[in-house]
């Protein structure tokens, strides 16, 4: 167990929907990341956010927001969603904004259908 | 950008042979390394990680790899397997020293068999 949770732990939905899917940080950390996981695309980088504010972009779509709340922890909303945005959606934390190890969640398994 | 490649997209061992796992990047500045492994229908752990200093690391779980800068690898061994190492296994990279998101590699999946 990391200490990163995330919920829930699957979604289904359909196209052109909204979701929104949560992140709780290890106890002190102050750094969260999103990654997504895919067949097609492997795992990619989206977003990453430190004490509250957006430290870094990877290929995130337009459709796609992210935010850090004052008690750090992250929601990633996905909007208008369609068949290839399925995947798996972790969120990691680390103590700072470093080379601290980036401890992972268990991850939401998203489905569109 | 830096860019990762995983040589081996599936790797099939015997338990208590050794297996090395083959991790190559691209990159125009100095980067930090990590192998990270996937267990089936769990998150990601991190095994070892390379910042600077001694080229070879020592990681969890009996795992190490040796950081090659001249060939640009960072390869991964552990000299015998236990059918508990039945999992994936991602190689990554971060852009030395102030940009942490990871880039990954496609990710290897390593089977040991009886």
């Known amino acids: 167990d990391s200490g990163v949770t995330q919920t829930p732990k699957h979604l289904i939905t359909a196209t052109g929907q909204r979701v929104t899917l949560r992140c709780s940080p290890r106890s002190g950390d102050l750094s969260v990341y999103w990654y997504q996981q895919s067949l097609d695309q492997g795992l990619q980088f989206l977003i990453q956010y430190y004490n509250g504010e957006e430290r870094a972009k990877g290929n995130i779509l337009e459709r796609f927001s992210a935010q850090q709340f004052p008690d750090l922890h992250s929601e990633l909303n996905l909007s208008s969603l369609e068949l290839g945005d399925s995947a798996l959606y972790f969120c990691?934390?680390?103590?700072?904004?470093?080379?601290?190890?980036?401890?992972f969640g268990p991850g939401t398994r998203l489905t569109v259908l | 950008a830096q860019s990762v490649t995983q040589l081996d997209s599936q790797v099939p061992v015997f338990e208590e042979a050794p297996v090395e796992l083959r991790c190559n990047y691209s990159s125009s500045v100095s980067v930090y390394l990590f192998w990270y492994v996937q267990y089936p229908n769990q998150g990601l752990q991190l095994l070892l990680k390379?910042?600077?200093?001694?080229?070879l690391v020592k990681g969890i779980n009996g795992f190490e790899a040796e950081f090659n800068k001249s060939q640009t690898s960072f390869h991964l061994r552990k000299p015998s397997v236990h059918i508990s190492d039945t999992a994936e296994y991602f190689c990554?990279?971060?852009?030395?020293?102030?940009?942490?998101?990871?880039?990954f590699g496609a990710g290897t999946t390593v089977t040991v068999r009886a």
């Open positions: 390379y910042l600077s200093g001694s080229t």
């Open positions: 990691a934390s680390s103590v700072e904004d470093s080379t601290d190890t980036q401890y």
């Open positions: 990554a990279v971060s852009r030395a020293p102030n940009d942490y998101k990871l880039s």
